[in-house]
């Protein structure tokens, strides 16, 4: 396969395949994100690439070793994937929901479609039921619109802090107490609930 640095990566991450790839150079050219020229920012993408190129090149004949760390993550890079079913289901499904980046999504797309059709395996491709096309059907893998970002990271796992925290008026727990409350546990947690 071929596909930009930072969706192999993406997908390099995955537990239980190998995967074996060439060097990373510029050689294979790089891959434009359709977002950075949406964002009106390719003229500045393409001069920071030229700069990284030229670097690379100026610094190959001395330390060949660290070359590497001059490639961007658009550059593309050639590599194989060796993965058994349940690991080729897992990662086909989660990698092309439609929130996925563009370069991973293409490549796991590919693979689905080389497992159904080139190598046969039709009952493995049919059993991935919630690989995504463009507009997915399953409503888990749909983004949600418009929803309210979360504003609070505020998790409540103690029953006797979300009855002190969530009691409403005319109740025991008032503003003065959960400022109370709230400094005296801000150093640290306290070790057992009050009665």
Known sequence: MVSDYGAFRDLQRHRMLTMQWQELTPALGVALPPE?????LGDRWREAVVRAEAAHAAVLPVFRSRRKYLVTLGHRLRYLVRLNAREAMHMIELRTSPQGPSAYV???????????????HHLVAGAMR???????????????????????GVRFTNAWVRRRWTSGPGTSCSNASRTAWRSATSRRWPRSTPA
């Open 106 to 120: 293409r490549v796991c797309r590919e693979m689905h479609r080389l497992i159904r059709d080139q190598a046969g």
């Open 36 to 40: 950075v020229e949406e964002a009106g």
């Open 130 to 152: 919630f690989v995504g096309a463009e507009t997915s059907t399953c409503r888990a893998m749909r983004p949600k619109r418009g929803a309210a970002p979360r504003t609070s």
